[in-house]
């Protein structure tokens, strides 16, 4: 199966203001603006397969990674990296040694890998979760997301997440935001079993303030966790024995938001997390949820507020971590306007059914594609 053309448009798909976050704390958000690709490989055998690659990918970048698929054969790839021609070899410094680095991985990766996944899938009848091994459960947890919001917003935004069938949400915020009213009001609207990820970004700065902050909350009993509360740094000893503070006095668990499997064996041997939020490609997302689980840490998959295209291959992948056991962030069909899918999520009671069609399980939307093109 020779892949004999690339379709690449550029497209930027605006959210939906109210969700996202409210005129006190900066209103429409700069990231919305910012260009994502969308591909298309077509094959000499009549399939398509489609990708989508994450915020701020150059058109130009895009398209030069595709030149080196094009006249390939799908099927004799390597799927640990689709672009790699060659297979690892003995180090020329030391025959008796072999490298170990299937990289490099050029601009719009995890685009071209879901193509070429979706390629695979739809060619042997099978959905790409089983060419990763194969889902562990038909349906993956899933939470509501909303940016930074006042707590009127955040109670708004409450109702319209248990509206559409989930059972908790993460929240954006800031030290200086007002957190504990921000969480009474999630807790007026969803009760304690109603849980929400705090994800500051690192904005809760020091020790003293999240652990501060965390007794107020506490009687809430709606915190699941927090996740990357204070600066990290390159993960250095003195934050990693932060962390490992932090954890033994918080009165529920502590995550890291990681994706380089050094920095997650890192953070499992000080002791420094009770979950992870991991990305990355389909296959580096196993392999870095294998890893946790290995330490039976539960991990979730993360996002960036994208398109249906990427959330399903996140679908996918999340599906066959056994230890993905938390709520993941499939965001992006309700914070934007379109998902550009056809075949969209739909959420009950905080899960999403895995899709059992072969490939990717979802086709490209083409009028909204032309719609939110913007590359003409």
């Not at 539960?298 to 999340?318: C, M, R, T």
Request: proline share 6%.
């Amino acid at each position: 199966m020779i892949i004999t053309q690339v379709d690449i448009w550029t497209v930027v798909v605006p959210v939906f203001p109210e969700t996202v976050h409210s005129e006190e704390y900066g209103g429409y958000p700069d990231w919305a603006r910012v260009p994502k690709q969308i591909i298309r490989l077509h094959t000499d055998e009549g399939f398509t397969g489609i990708g989508e690659t994450g915020r701020g990918q150059s058109k130009e970048a895009v398209a030069q990674a595709a030149e080196q698929l094009k006249n390939r054969d799908v099927m004799k790839m390597c799927l640990q990296n689709v672009f790699r021609q060659e297979p690892l070899k003995p180090t020329p410094e030391a025959p008796s040694q072999w490298e170990i680095d299937l990289g490099p991985y050029p601009a719009g990766y995890e685009a071209f890998e879901t193509a070429i996944f979706d390629l695979i899938g739809k060619r042997l009848g099978v959905p790409i979760h089983k060419l990763l091994g194969g889902a562990c459960r038909e349906q993956v947890r899933a939470d509501f997301w909303i940016g930074h919001q006042t707590p009127e917003d955040t109670r708004r935004s409450t109702k319209v997440a248990i509206a559409r069938g989930f059972t908790g949400l993460k929240t954006k915020c800031r030290i200086q935001e007002p957190m504990v009213e921000r969480l009474r009001a999630i807790w007026e609207v969803g009760g304690s079993d109603f849980k929400v990820t705090v994800d500051p970004n690192e904005r809760f700065n020091t020790v003293e303030q999240t652990l501060e902050l965390a007794g107020q909350l506490k009687e809430l009993d709606n915190v699941e966790v927090f996740e990357d509360p204070i600066p990290k740094k390159g993960l250095r000893d003195d934050v990693l024995a932060q962390y490992r503070y932090m954890r033994e006095m918080l009165p529920f668990p502590l995550a890291l938001h990681l994706s380089n499997p050094s920095d997650i064996i890192k953070a499992i041997r000080a002791d420094a997390i009770d979950y992870l939020n991991l990305g990355g490609s389909m296959v580096n997302f196993a392999k870095s949820a294998a890893i946790a689980q290995a330490a039976d840490i539960p991990v979730w998959h993360g996002s960036g507020n994208d398109l249906g295209i990427l959330e399903k291959s996140y679908l996918h992948a999340a599906s066959v971590a056994p230890n993905c056991l938390l709520a993941s962030d499939f965001v992006g069909s309700w914070t934007r306007v379109d998902d550009l899918i056809v075949e969209g999520f739909t959420f009950t009671n905080g899960y999403t059914l895995v899709p059992q069609t072969p490939g990717l399980g979802c086709e490209l939307d083409l009028d909204a594609l032309e719609k939110y093109r913007v590359d003409g």
